[in-house]
Nanobody, 121 residues
Framework: QVQVVESGGGLVQPGGSLRLSCAAS????????MGWYRRAPGKQRELVAR???????NYADSVKGRFTISRDNGVNTLYLQMNSLKPEDTAVYYC???????????????WGQGTQVTVSS
């Protein structure tokens, strides 16, 4: 089995910072791209940032210059450093990873359960 678990969400004031983590565990043979998505109340899920296995990144325009995505391949962990947070960043943040398990060929997308980020004074 493969699990993807997020952590690090919470309540923060506007202008503050949070760091999200996402740990992939289980029968993992290889991880390709990883990413963060978010869903705000009443809105569709949207891409926040993605990173390839080689470290190439892309960001939503709304978070460029404020958020930084990174990964530690040695421990199968993804991070999202969020600075200068705004109320409109309030959402449930989801981690996703393209993982090839030992017991199956090819990659499948695995999703975490989500972590709430609330930006409010």
């Amino acid at each position: 089995q493969v699990q993807v678990v997020e952590s690090g969400g919470g309540l923060v004031q506007p202008g503050g910072s949070l760091r999200l983590s996402c740990a992939a565990s289980g029968s993992i043979f290889s991880i390709n791209s990883m990413g963060w998505y978010r869903r705000a109340p009443g809105k569709q899920r949207e891409l926040v940032a993605r990173i390839t296995s080689g470290g190439s990144t892309n960001y939503a325009d709304s978070v460029k210059g404020r958020f930084t995505i990174s990964r530690d391949n040695g421990v199968n962990t993804l991070y999202l450093q969020m600075n200068s947070l705004k109320p409109e960043d309030t959402a449930v943040y989801y981690c996703t990873a393209a993982i090839q398990p030992y017991y199956r060929s090819g990659y499948n997308d695995y999703w975490g359960q989500g972590t709430q980020v609330t930006v409010s004074s």
